[in-house]
């Protein structure tokens, strides 16, 4: 009897371009489906993940500083300023209540009284600024920074995630059960994206 055979073809590439490292099949092999056909050698994609792997741990840094919020010794250091700016505040009361009395009795001038009152007012304005500062400290990052430092982490974490899944392509698989029918390129050559090696 005479008759044709027809036959299913698969043409197999990589998502990526790079230099064929190693050839596991040569034209007449039998293959199973998972057996591994080649693998292409990619330095740069293996540079972009050490990259973006920085990148990541950057952003997981930053994340968690904001979720600890401020350092105890900056803090501390805050509040040692505004407890100094409300000492500031309460002599410049004093000296004020003094010499109201002593203008009240007619001992000084308004122009002392008024110096007296104007220093009062000046030692609020530090004290409450002080004060803001300490506050801010003891609140840490704001909900808003929080959700930008979070979010860095989210870009970060998805940006290795692709490098990997292109890392993973690296390595080509048969897809099913076959004979290799023909290798198209030899090892160390390079080859594009897409470009078909082998044929099963």
């Not at 092999?29 to 693998?39: E, I, R």
């Not at 930008?148 to 099913?176: F, G, H, I, M, N």
Request: hydrophobic share 40%; aromatic share 4%; glycine share 6%.
């Amino acid at each position: 009897m005479q008759g044709f055979v027809e036959c299913r073809t698969l043409r197999l590439s990589s998502k990526i371009a790079g230099r064929i490292e190693k050839l596991f099949v040569e034209e007449g092999d039998s293959v199973a489906k998972g057996d591994t056909l080649y693998m292409i050698s990619t330095p740069e994609l293996d540079a972009k993940l050490m990259q973006v792997e920085a990148m990541l741990s950057g952003a997981r840094a930053i994340d968690e500083k904001a979720k600890a919020g401020t350092r105890k010794p900056i803090i501390r250091s805050a509040h040692d300023m505004w407890q100094k700016a409300k000492v500031g505040v309460t002599l410049a009361r004093q000296t004020y209540e003094r010499v109201q009395r002593l203008y009240a009795e007619g001992v000084v001038s308004a122009q002392k009284r008024d110096e007296a009152h104007a220093s009062l007012a000046a030692a609020r304005a530090p004290e409450r600024a002080a004060k803001s500062q300490y506050l801010l400290a003891v609140e840490g990052a704001s909900r808003e920074d929080k959700a930008a430092a979070a979010a860095q982490v989210r870009q970060a974490q998805s940006v290795v995630e692709e490098v990997e899944r292109y890392l993973a392509d690296r390595v080509v698989y048969a897809p099913t059960d076959g004979v290799v029918a023909t290798v198209v390129a030899n090892e160390s050559e390079i080859v594009g994206s897409g470009y078909p090696v082998v044929t099963i």
